[in-house]
């Protein structure tokens, strides 16, 4: 691929070159996929572990608190280690966490699993963002950013149909099996094809004093900090969506379990369509203008999400809205990620911390705010409009202030 170099480091067991991209992708979004493609078993493994939804829900959000809560601490780590090593203990401890999934006898043990392979998927993701930070720059590091979340926006295509498919043939538990095998077939990937890629003139010091003060310092920056917040803000806004489309379609208009599923998979293609998109204009306009247009057109979806609920117009009103949105969202993450990764490039490992630790476990607060306004079309809406249309403000006035002082 075009990316990819060949050049050499003066250390040989670093190299300048990306490691082979679909792989990459699959490590940095196994997780989001492991939660996608097990969430229609929740029934089935309540039923079968005897116990309450609730306690099997407990399962998800530990995974997703572990993987927030990972980033934060493998990031600044890998810093100091190197890459290669963070993403060989996650894959491998992600492999046995997911057999330990696949043979919990109770809810306790499934949900101490479920913590272990988001902390190893957390690894991963952090890794892997830091390594195409390592050895890319400029509209370079935008496009590979920029495939990488087209690969994943495949996700949650694939994996709810996946967990369907494994489920018509056998137990949820073969759900773990199959994610487990993924992960061994990525520890065997990075033992095979992946080369260090932080030389070891670049790594800084080990242990909680040296993580902490690559922490100070890439939040002392302005404009690190207001890129975080901007993503922190918009996801909020985002996962209101994620969280609460399921019932706004099912319990107010009436959608049956396939037709939403519908509705969710067109979303997400459109968020595909739109990273290939901004793969190709990136070169033409800058991250930052890609980042403030797919704001700006997120809010506008959200705008017409309200609209539509007021108004009476309907489901298809609201799932075009939304579309738009998840459509926005194509440039929305890799612009994002790339402005980020750019303004940490003192330490690559510890900005994808921060970038996807924060943005992901703050970010987590959209799951239950929208539901708790009532879970309608209108509270989904409103809750997506206002976080996104703040994240835009910061966004444009986090850039004039940039300009002024250049």
Not at 67 to 84: E, H, I, W
Not at 209 to 226: D, M
Not at 236 to 255: L, N, R
Request: glycine share 12%; charged share 10%.
């Amino acid at each position: 691929m075009a990316w990819v170099t060949t050049a050499r480091t003066g250390n040989p067991t670093t190299s300048t070159a990306l490691p082979p991209i679909v792989p990459l992708a699959l490590i940095v979004g196994v997780s989001p996929f492991a939660t996608d493609m097990y969430i229609p078993a929740l029934p089935a493994i309540a039923r079968d572990l005897g116990t309450t939804p609730g306690a099997v829900q407990l399962s998800l959000t530990a995974f997703l608190v572990a993987f927030a809560a990972g980033q934060l601490l493998v990031g600044p780590v890998s810093d100091g280690l190197g890459r290669r090593p963070m993403l060989l203990v996650g894959t491998a401890v992600f492999a046995l966490a997911s057999v330990g999934c696949a043979l919990a006898p109770d809810v306790a043990t499934l949900v101490v699993a479920r913590v272990l392979q988001g902390l190893a998927g957390a690894a991963g993701a952090v890794a892997g963002r830091a390594m195409v930070s390592d050895v890319t720059g400029g509209q370079r590091m935008a496009k590979v950013f920029g495939t990488l979340a087209a690969i994943n926006a495949i996700g949650p295509v694939v994996a709810p149909l996946a967990g369907g498919a494994v489920l018509t043939v056998s137990t949820w538990r073969a759900m773990f099996v199959v994610l487990g095998v993924l992960g061994a077939v990525f520890f065997v990937a990075v033992v095979a094809r992946f080369r260090e890629t932080l030389p070891t003139s670049a790594r800084g010091g080990v242990g909680f004093g040296a993580n902490w003060q690559r922490i100070r310092a890439l939040t002392a920056i302005g404009r690190f900090r207001a890129y975080v917040l901007t993503g922190v803000l918009s996801t909020i806004g985002f996962f209101a969506y994620i969280a609460t489309s399921s019932f706004v379609f099912q319990d107010e208009y009436g959608f049956s379990e396939q037709r939403y599923t519908l509705v969710f998979a067109t979303n997400a293609s459109m968020m595909i369509v739109t990273t290939l998109v901004f793969r190709r204009i990136v070169g033409w306009f800058s991250e930052d203008a890609l980042l403030t247009c797919g704001l700006a057109v997120g809010t506008l979806g959200a705008v017409g999400v309200v609209v539509s609920a007021v108004t009476g117009a309907g489901p298809v009103a609201v799932w075009c809205s939304l579309a738009v949105v998840t459509g926005a969202w194509g440039f929305v993450l890799p612009a994002a990620m790339t402005r980020t990764q750019h303004v940490g490039a003192a330490h690559p490992g510890t900005a994808a911390a921060l970038q996807g630790g924060l943005t992901f476990g703050l970010g987590g607060l959209g799951t239950p705010l929208a539901g708790a306004l009532g879970g309608t079309a209108l509270a989904m809406g409103g809750v997506m409009a206002t976080l996104i249309t703040a994240a835009l403000v910061v966004q444009v006035l986090a850039t004039r202030r940039a300009a002024v002082t250049h």
